[in-house]
């Protein structure tokens, strides 16, 4: 599953995606041409801008639907190291868990470098990672090279890609954002194709160093990801003349204070415990992330278990792709008309019912036929599902936090993507049956749609009956102005009210 576009939404605290640089850029429609003079660009909504928008999708392609694919070469993994289901599935888990929980350090990167370096810098990490890891001798190596070293270079390339976005679209943001968001659904229709001609060419050493190579392209489209506006000067420290306490404890309160800064800005701790609202929804997503994206994992290896050929079970996988490609963006202009406000959370707790329901129907059959029709369904659910889980989160939370509260966010639903497919693997170790995997992801799935639909219901209920409740009749009453004793009541008639009505006053107070 990916994570849809948040940071366009953190641009509109005019926060700027590149450092300061000495010579501005002119926008335009063209490449970047340099400037002599600094110049403050606003979003063109188009020109270059569309670039940046093809560049984003194919960085999204190679990223967010990667973990995924990683199925294809499940059973190879597990007859070359001798391990179990539950060893193997750690690889994608970590590789997942690590792409979203490297988010506030991504942030910290994007602050200091900018997006076009911190994306170029992914696409070399998440390379080296995948190149490095064909050589490896066991599966603990791959824990660290695909897993961590991956999973960190897919997190520092995807993130300040969406971010970049969002300063070159704004009255097209809704647009970009949805036609961005077809890039996981393009990777997940089209890398199973590439994965299974590899591995049936190559092998799954082989595989992963020309994966690698691919993985390299987000470097290219990082390179095309200029900054619309060049950045702020940086502030200079003023030195105080005053007494300074010694070195050491200015050096303890720095760190302490830039880490309080830090954890506000990116992780909104103090939102959680403040806002419930935002605080069931972060719980409730974090419960579906325990089986959101094991049943992509475990699809392929479920099929070739049961004797299915391997370019047809990779088929079905393509299948999810194109069904979101198809359902996203009419979904997301669907979701933006005005009869849908306040309404996205059921909407959303809706969709999310039916993929977790839909799960059980592979415990029916491992036939083409049934999971293709399985495929179909989960696809569509999850469309609606990828469509509207940031949508409902914006309207959880203020804009001015929603940064933080998805920063925390991710490092939440990290953990239960960490041990879902863990889990999931020592179920099948201990049947030896794929089904229970399917129908522990259901039941997973939809209770926890459960949960949102009616945690929701009840706080609207909540609000709704306290703001058409009238106000309690042992309210204290509204203080009475005391008047002394030596106080006499009169009335002065004004000039205004003597021009409109000769027998108004004004009402004063005056001593005796």
């Given amino acids: 599953m990916a994570p849809k576009q948040p940071s366009s939404i953190e641009e509109q605290s005019g926060e700027l995606c590149e450092p300061e640089s000495e010579e501005g850029e002119k926008q335009g429609s063209g490449p970047p041409s340099d400037q002599a003079h600094p110049v403050a660009f606003d979003a063109p909504d188009g020109g270059w801008g569309w670039v940046v928008l093809v560049a984003t999708i194919v960085v999204l392609a190679l990223t967010l639907a990667f973990p995924s694919c990683i199925g294809i070469f499940y059973l190879d993994l597990q007859e070359e190291f001798q391990a179990s289901n539950s060893e193997t599935s750690w690889v994608p888990s970590i590789m997942t868990a690590v792409l979203h929980a490297g988010g506030p350090l991504c942030s910290v990167l994007v602050e200091r470098f900018g997006c076009r370096a911190t994306v170029i810098f992914g696409g070399v990490l998440s390379g080296f ?127 302490f204070q830039s880490l309080r800064s830090s954890l506000r800005k990116h992780m909104a701790f103090d939102l959680f415990y403040s806002n419930l609202r935002f605080r069931v929804f972060s719980l409730g997503i974090t419960w579906m992330m325990l089986g959101f994206v094991v049943p992509l994992i475990y699809l392929v290896p479920y099929a070739s278990a049961h004797k299915m050929d391997p370019s047809r079970a990779a088929l079905l996988l393509s299948i999810l792709g194109f069904v979101n490609i198809i359902v996203r963006p009419p979904a997301g202009v669907l979701f933006s008309l005005p009869w849908f406000k306040g309404r996205h959370i059921y909407v959303f707790s809706a969709a999310l019912l039916i993929n977790g329901l839909s799960n059980s129907i592979c415990c029916i059959s491992a036939s083409f036929t049934v999971l293709l029709m399985y495929v179909l369904v989960y696809g569509l659910s999850m469309s609606v599902v990828g469509s509207l889980m940031f949508t409902v989160l914006m309207d959880t939370v203020e804009m001015s936090r929603f940064p933080s509260a998805l920063g925390l966010l991710s490092i939440m639903e990290s953990v239960t993507l960490l041990i879902g497919p863990p889990l999931a693997g020592i179920l099948v170790d201990r049947t030896d049956q794929y089904t229970y995997v399917f129908l522990a992801c259901s039941i997973s799935v939809a209770l926890s749609a459960l949960f949102l639909m009616v945690s929701f219901y009840w706080l609207d209920s909540r609000d709704a009956a306290q703001k058409n409740s009238p106000p309690a009749s042992g309210s204290p009453a509204k203080p009475a102005v005391s008047l002394p004793m030596d106080c006499q009541y009169s009335s002065v008639p004004t000039d205004g009210d003597t021009t409109n009505n000769p027998s108004s006053e004004e009402e004063k107070f005056t001593n005796v």
């Fill in 129 to 255: 990672g995948m190149a490095v890891s064909s050589f490896s001798h066991s599966i603990v190596d791959l824990y660290i090279t695909t897993g961590v070293i991956t999973g960190l270079g897919f997190c520092f390339s995807f993130q300040p890609a969406v971010t970049i976005l969002g300063h070159y679209f704004v009255r097209r943001r809704p647009f970009a954002n949805a036609m961005s968001s077809t890039g996981t659904a393009l990777g997940l229709s089209t890398l199973p194709f590439l994965g299974d001609y590899l591995q049936s060419t190559l092998g799954w050493r082989g595989s992963f160093l020309v994966l690698g190579a691919v993985l390299l392209n987000c470097c290219v489209c990082g390179a095309l990801m200029r900054p619309v506006r060049p950045r702020k000067p940086r502030k200079t420290e003023v030195m105080s003349n005053g007494p300074r306490p010694p070195g050491k404890k200015i050096c303890m309160l720095g760190i």
